[in-house]
């Protein structure tokens, strides 16, 4: 079984900087990787993808503020947050994408996520 844990959200003042973190348990059952998102929701928003890591690369939406980034070694995603703003307030997720058997379906698991506050 996957399961993801976040940690390092927080309260933090408007220009700050926190890093998100993603540790992945039951690596060892994983027999494909796909992607790995990190995306938010905020209180009565749709949730909405913020970063994604895969074979191919990575990609931000928040314009070179937000940077996905992995540690294998660790089984560890990361989240580089800068220069945050308010509306960046929400609960951060990761997902991931993954096969458990080779030739099975693809599944996606996702931690409980932590929260972000950007506030003064």
């Known amino acids: 079984q996957v399961h993801l844990v976040e940690s390092g959200g927080g309260l933090v003042q408007p220009g700050g900087s926190l890093r998100l973190s993603c540790v992945t348990s039951g690596s060892a059952s994983i027999v494909s990787w796909h992607s790995t998102d990190w995306y938010r929701q905020a209180p009565g928003k749709q949730s909405e993808l913020v970063a994604r890591?895969?074979?191919?690369g990575t990609i931000s939406t928040a314009k070179g503020r937000f940077t996905i980034s992995r540690d294998n070694a660790k089984n560890t995603i990361y989240l580089q947050m800068n220069t945050l703003k308010p509306e960046d307030t929400a609960i951060y997720y990761c997902s991931t994408t993954v096969r458990t058997a080779v030739g099975g379906p693809w599944q996606t698991y996702r931690g409980q996520g932590t929260q972000v506050t950007v506030s003064s």
């Open positions: 890591l895969t074979s191919a």
